[in-house]
């Protein structure tokens, strides 16, 4: 089976960790590296995507500063959306030549992965119809949105495990008016690494990766 | 030339969105270098150059979205191989590329269809369309006879680059009578079943969803508008004459509803759970009935525009509704509401909130009327009712009557230059 490496990069700052994307992305369109699997946690920061629109921001940018909260301007699809610390953030490197040259199926595959990782910790999760992402219940509790370039993927998925939700009110998640939720709210008591760590398997899972334990320690 | 097409990005995806273009027209590119951006389920995938060269059209709009194998780009390779063009997709395969909205056909359509001359690439399509130019009636110039951008161009010089069918203001295009249906034949079916277009389907949902969803409660006031109509009557034909359009009462309602706005800004609210959501921004949309159909664009900033630039916006967003020209981005965003009945004689109406507003403003007929004027003596003056629904849940009835009142205030005593 081929293998995907596993990087758990702890806390990172949402430039430092674009960058290391797109260098990881060359490195990989090169074919200097294999598949990557990047699990870290951003500071609190308000992305926005190419389809974005300024509308789905409901605070300015000066109010944003005071809050302590940094704004991107990015090149993954999707609208706006917030990351903070408790949300597990996932940027796979993947080369979908040697998957599925499928879009619909990798965006679907993530999400798959992530309703298993919610089924493990009891958290009955699925898909809306005509919607991305993963809810529960009509809630959303993990965003998707992705680049790519030459079949190699970048950006990814942000999961929901105990991020303090009040802080989503400055935006419109995606354009919604859909509640967010996360699997604190949903009832479960599951660490960040704890649910780090089980993405990876069942990312691996799906994806006929082998999650490439050695390098689950942490990069410094 | 090189032909750069739509991908298809996976077995089920019959479509993408150009989102951004990363060159422009006469940029070289490199083999492999990214030429544009595009999107399909929230996956954002750069497409690049097949071939060394320079970008020499661009047939898709940032915001469009279009079938797969439709030509994006052209790009002339370095090497100058422009006669091996490969594999050009058929014209029929790739149907003029359209905005994600339309529900129902676009009026405009050519009055005799003679099939022109080779393959027409989406570019040419669509000028042809806005333009309303038969095709058949252009020589080619391309190859094989094919019907180039510029031929159109030509063409269009030629004709005196006539405008295309005059925008018109907000009232509705001259309304057909509707066809009397002869009675049908003893023995024909007692229904007819028609889905309904997606339009249809969509307001329908919104119409229920923002009466379950908010308090209506409806106000009228009564406002004489003699001193707008002396204005109106007065500029007219100046108007017209400098700026190609007509002015209406409409724009003299927007200015002073963004006013009264300004001053209560309650009623440029929105409701977001248990939060009261205050837009600093007024951007008003504005009803426009379609054939079977109704769409409500959005003039942004509407307190920084004078009568003018209103008038303009409403001359724009109306005709282009009407064209179903509109982007996305044009309908949505609204924080207040504006609907003109009056233009089909309506004397008032309870309008429906536009979700998430928690206000609309309706004006009836402008009629002249015999009234009791100053001194108790009857004048005839020039008369209309302005309805005013909005969501109980937030706005009581003495603020809507504040409201609605000084938007007729504003009206009764017009002091502002128009021109």
């Not at chain 2, 001259?174 to 249906?181: G, M, S």
């Amino acid at each position: 089976m081929r293998k995907v490496e596993i990087r758990d990069l702890g806390r990172l700052g949402y430039a430092e960790a674009y960058a290391l994307q797109k260098q990881l992305v060359g490195e990989r369109q090169r074919g200097e590296i294999g598949d990557r699997l990047l699990l870290l946690e951003h500071p609190r920061v308000i992305t926005m995507g190419r389809n974005g629109s300024e509308q789905n921001l409901r605070a300015s940018r000066e109010e944003l500063e005071r809050l302590g909260i940094e704004f991107h301007e990015t090149d993954r699809g999707g609208d706006v959306t917030y990351h903070g610390p408790g949300q597990l953030i996932a940027y796979p490197i993947l080369d979908l030549r040697e998957w599925k040259c499928d879009v619909r199926a990798y965006v679907n595959a993530l999400e798959q992965a992530v309703i298993e990782v919610l089924g493990e910790f009891g958290i009955k999760a699925g898909r809306e119809p005509g919607m991305r992402g993963v809810w529960v219940n009509g809630a959303k509790i993990a965003a998707i949105g992705v680049h790519i370039s030459r079949w190699i993927t970048s950006h990814g998925l942000a999961l929901n495990v105990n991020p303090e939700l009040e802080y989503f009110r400055y935006i419109v998640p995606c354009g919604l008016k859909k509640p967010v939720t996360s699997m604190r709210r949903e009832g479960s008591q599951a660490s960040l690494s704890e649910v780090s760590e089980t993405l990876a398997r069942r990312f691996g899972a799906v994806f006929e990766r082998e999650p490439a334990a050695a390098e689950l320690e942490k990069v410094e | 030339m090189t032909d750069v097409v739509m991908p298809q990005m996976g077995e089920s995806i019959t479509e993408g969105t150009l989102t951004k273009w990363l060159k422009q027209v006469g940029d070289t590119v490199e083999r492999d270098e990214p030429l544009f951006e595009i999107s399909t389920d929230k996956v954002d995938t750069e497409i690049p150059s097949p071939v060394e060269g320079t970008l020499r059209e661009m047939l898709v709009e940032e915001g469009e979205t279009v079938e797969i194998n439709t030509v994006v780009a052209r790009v002339e390779s370095a090497d100058g191989s422009g006669a091996a063009a490969p594999a050009e997709k058929p014209a029929a395969e790739t149907p003029a590329a359209e905005s994600p909205a339309p529900a129902t056909p676009v009026p405009v359509a050519p009055a005799t269809v003679t099939a022109p001359k080779g393959p027409l690439s989406p570019l040419v399509r669509r000028l042809a369309r806005e333009h309303n130019i038969d095709l058949a009636q252009l020589q080619g110039t391309g190859s094989g006879g094919r019907i180039t951008k510029s031929d159109v161009e030509a063409y269009l010089a030629a004709r005196g680059a006539a405008p295309r069918a005059e925008a018109g203001a907000v009232t509705p295009p001259a309304q057909t009578p509707e066809r009397v249906a002869p009675p049908p034949p003893a023995g024909a079916p007692k229904q007819r079943i028609e889905p309904m277009s997606n339009m249809r389907k969509k307001i329908a949902e919104h119409m229920v969803f923002s009466k379950q969803t908010s308090a209506h409660v409806t106000t009228v006031h009564r406002v004489d508008i003699t001193m707008v109509a002396r204005i109106r009557n007065g500029l007219k034909a100046q108007f017209k004459e400098r700026y190609g359009f007509s002015l209406t009462y409409l724009p003299f309602v927007l200015r002073a509803a963004a006013q009264a706005l300004r001053e209560y800004p309650l009623v440029n609210a929105s409701i977001d759970g248990s939060d009261i959501l205050y837009h600093n921004e007024i951007h008003i949309g504005i009803a426009v009935a379609l054939d079977n159909g109704l769409i409500v664009p959005v003039i942004r900033n509407a307190d920084g525009l004078s009568i003018v630039g209103l008038q303009r916006s409403v001359v724009d967003l109306a005709g282009r509704a009407r064209a179903r020209k509109l982007k996305p981005e044009e309908v949505t965003g609204g924080t207040f509401s504006v609907t003109n009945f009056g233009s089909f004689g309506s004397l008032f109406a309870t309008p429906v909130i536009n979700q998430p507003n928690v206000a609309i403003l309706g004006i009836g007929a402008v009629t002249k009327e015999p009234v009791v004027v100053a001194g108790d003596a009857i004048g005839i003056r020039s008369m209309a009712y302005l309805s005013l629904t909005f969501d109980h849940r937030l706005i009581d009835g003495a603020l809507a009557d504040r409201f609605t009142q000084r938007v007729k205030q504003i009206l009764e005593g017009w002091t502002e230059q128009v021109l």
